[in-house]
């Protein structure tokens, strides 16, 4: 029942935005659960691009730090990454993730891909 839904992916030139999306249905999407975005690029892990923390605040990977900005819209249901002067190296595909902290679980979207560039 829990599902998250991304969007807002695409191909950009290198200095370009793009913001994403997840809608994220049922109860979950509250203060008390961490949420964030992770992005997988071709031969690498999966990596923690940006966050909230259950301790209410964020956290940014070094690399988007001053560029990437994530936030959330409780009346929606929704979180946002606000990405702004793309490098080919954030080329890859943008997962939605929450985590659950009274069941311990986390649950993520389907992915979006974003391609930058050059």
């Known amino acids: 029942q829990v599902q998250l839904v991304e969007s807002g992916g695409g191909l950009v030139q290198a200095g370009g935005s793009l913001r994403l999306s997840c809608v994220v249905s049922g109860t979950i999407f509250s203060i008390n659960n961490a949420m964030g975005w992770y992005r997988e690029a071709p031969g690498k892990q999966r990596e923690l691009v ?64 974003v391609t930058v560039s050059s």
């Open 50 to 113: 940006a966050k909230f923390t259950r301790g209410y605040t964020t956290t940014y990977t070094d690399s988007v730090k001053g560029r990437f900005t994530i936030f959330r819209d409780f009346h929606k249901n929704t979180m946002y990454l606000q990405m702004n002067s793309l490098k080919p190296e954030d080329t890859g595909v943008y997962y939605c993730n929450v985590h659950v902290t009274s069941w311990g679980s986390d649950y993520w979207g389907q992915g979006t891909q």
